[in-house]
């Protein structure tokens, strides 16, 4: 299935792959060829594609995954390369996060974004 990873700024991603894996607002789950036509909210995570020329993930913070039979197209407010989300990069995201809920009026959805990133820097300092 094809898979692109576009963002605000740039299209980061366009691949061939088995499999997708989406951290997705109501749960994480895979997308592979013949999924049903969905269109998923994005939580802060590790986004996955899984293809025969290797596999290439990338932290995002939030935005949609439009699934269907034949691809996967993930509209990200911010992605970085897993090889890129150095401490410093993960502390500028929760520092930006944090401004951003402390204007947020739903400040039970800020507040689990911004420790769902947590747990991802968390993560990605074990590896």
């Given at each position: 299935?094809?898979?692109?990873?576009?963002?605000?700024?740039?299209?980061?991603?366009?691949?061939?792959?088995?499999?997708?894996?989406?951290?997705?607002?109501?749960?994480?789950?895979?997308?592979?060829?013949?999924?049903?036509?969905?269109?998923?909210?994005?939580?802060?995570?590790?986004?996955?594609?899984?293809?025969?020329?290797?596999?290439?993930?990338?932290?995002v913070?939030?935005?949609?995954?439009?699934?269907?039979?034949?691809?996967?197209?993930?509209?990200?407010?911010?992605?970085?390369?897993?090889?890129?989300?150095?401490?410093?990069?993960?502390?500028?995201?929760?520092?930006?996060?944090?401004?951003?809920?402390?204007?947020?009026?739903?400040?039970?959805?800020?507040d689990?974004?911004?420790?769902?990133?947590?747990?991802?820097?968390?993560?990605?300092?074990?590896?």
């Amino acid at each position: 299935m094809q898979v692109d990873i576009v963002t605000p700024e740039r299209r980061l991603l366009s691949m061939a792959a088995t499999e997708v894996q989406i951290p997705g607002a109501e749960g994480d789950l895979t997308a592979m060829e013949g999924h049903s036509t969905a269109m998923v909210g994005l939580r802060p995570g590790i986004l996955r594609a899984n293809g025969a020329g290797g596999s290439k993930a990338y932290v995002v913070t939030g935005g949609f995954a439009e699934i269907n039979a034949t691809s996967v197209t993930v509209l990200a407010e911010q992605a970085i390369p897993v090889e890129e989300a150095t401490p410093a990069v993960m502390d500028k995201l929760l520092a930006d996060m944090s401004e951003a809920a402390a204007i947020n009026p739903n400040r039970d959805d800020a507040d689990k974004a911004f420790a769902d990133l947590a747990a991802v820097k968390a993560a990605l300092a074990g590896h």
